[in-house]
C-alpha cells in the first residue's frame, strides 16, 4: 500500500526530483502491534537529513501522522516514508520547487530475517567500495546505486550479505546493515564520518553498550581486524540483530554480545 503526500496512489510526476536525480531521503521502520520502533529517532533521523540536503520546511507532524496510518492494525510490518523534493527548479538548481513530496508505504516483514537471527548468517567481501563523502554520510539520501551495486555482486555468491569497504580499504559497514565485532571486553564498530548510513539500531546497540561492561570503540580499521574477532553480529531497524558465523574463510562461533543485546533490540 503506498500514499503520496496522504493520497493513496502509486503514481507519481516524472518530473519529480526524487526520480529525477535522487533529489530526497527515507527511513525504513519495523512495526510491532501497530505501533513503529523508534518512530522518533526515525523522524528526527530524517530532519537531520533535510537540513543536511538543505530541503524547505517540511511538515513533521503530518509526515508522523502518515506513517502512523499506515502502521495501524499491522502486527509485524515495515513502513517506509520517502522526502523528495517535488516538482520545480530547472536542472540541478532547487529554485522553483514549490513543496516537497510525502511517500508513505507499507509491506510486510521479511521473514528470512527471523530464520538467519535463529541460524546466523554469512558473509562475503564486495568487490564494491562505496566513496568518501564526509557532506552525505551518516544520512540516508535516495542515491542507493552503490548498494545496488553490491547487492548485484552479493547475490552471485552463497552468502546472506555483504561487508563493504571505503575506496581506502576501510570498513564501513554491509549492504544493508552497520557492522560490530567483539574482542573479549571490546567492541568495536567503524567510523561513519566519510561513509555509510548510521542506522538507528547501531545508536540503540551504542546505548547499550554504554551500561555494560564493555568498551566501545568507533574506528577505521581495514577488513584483516575481522581475522581475529571472537563474535561478529550486523544491526538495522528491521532485523534488527543477526549473529554473523562466516565470513568468507573466517568463523565466528560466539553468541555472547548477541544475547545479551537482542532482548532489548
Not at 533521523?45 to 524547505?56: D, I, K, S, T, Y
Given at each position: 500500500m503506498y500514499w503520496i503526500n496522504g493520497q493513496a496512489s502509486k503514481t507519481l510526476s516524472v518530473s519529480?526530483?526524487?526520480?529525477?536525480?535522487?533529489?530526497?531521503?527515507?527511513?525504513?521502520?519495523?512495526?510491532?502491534?501497530?505501533?513503529?520502533?523508534?518512530?522518533?529517532?526515525?523522524?528526527?533521523?530524517?530532519?537531520?537529513?533535510?537540513?543536511?540536503?538543505?530541503?524547505?520546511?517540511?511538515?513533521?507532524?503530518?509526515?508522523?501522522?502518515?506513517?502512523?496510518?499506515?502502521?495501524?492494525?499491522?502486527?509485524?510490518?515495515?513502513?517506509?516514508?520517502?522526502?523528495?523534493?517535488?516538482s520545480g527548479g530547472r536542472g540541478y538548481s532547487p529554485q522553483g520547487c514549490q513543496a516537497a513530496t510525502r511517500i508513505v508505504s507499507r509491506g510486510v516483514y521479511p521473514a528470512h530475517y527471523l530464520q538467519w537471527c535463529e541460524r546466523g548468517i554469512t558473509l562475503a567481501v564486495s568487490p564494491v567500495v562505496l566513496a568518501q563523502n564526509p557532506l552525505l554520510a551518516g544520512i540516508k539520501h535516495l542515491n542507493r546505486l552503490e548498494q545496488v551495486l553490491i547487492r548485484s555482486h552479493l547475490e552471485q555468491t552463497t552468502a546472506d550479505e555483504a561487508v563493504v569497504l571505503d575506496t581506502s580499504g576501510i570498513l564501513v559497514e554491509c549492504c544493508a546493515a552497520n557492522l560490530f565485532w567483539r574482542k573479549g571486553k571490546a567492541v568495536f564498530t567503524p567510523c561513519l564520518q566519510q561513509a555509510g548510513v548510521a542506522g538507528l539500531m547501531r545508536r540503540k546497540v551504542m546505548a547499550l553498550l554504554a551500561d555494560r561492561d564493555y568498551t566501545l570503540h568507533v574506528v577505521r580499521e581495514p577488513l584483516q581486524t575481522l581475522a581475529d574477532a571472537d563474535e561478529v553480529i550486523l544491526c538495522n531497524a528491521l532485523m534488527p540483530l543477526l549473529p554473523v558465523t562466516r565470513l568468507e574463510t573466517w568463523h565466528y562461533h560466539s553468541r555472547q554480545l548477541f544475547y545479551e543485546l537482542k532482548p532489548h533490540c
Open positions: 519529480d526530483r526524487g526520480l529525477q536525480f535522487g533529489d530526497g531521503f527515507f527511513t525504513t521502520c519495523r512495526v510491532i502491534a501497530g505501533e513503529i520502533d523508534l518512530l522518533p529517532w526515525h523522524l528526527e533521523r530524517m530532519r537531520q537529513a533535510a537540513e543536511r540536503l538543505l530541503f524547505p520546511a517540511i511538515d513533521w507532524l503530518l509526515l508522523q501522522q502518515e506513517m502512523q496510518h499506515a502502521a495501524q492494525s499491522v502486527q509485524l510490518g515495515v513502513v517506509k516514508a520517502i522526502i523528495t523534493r517535488g
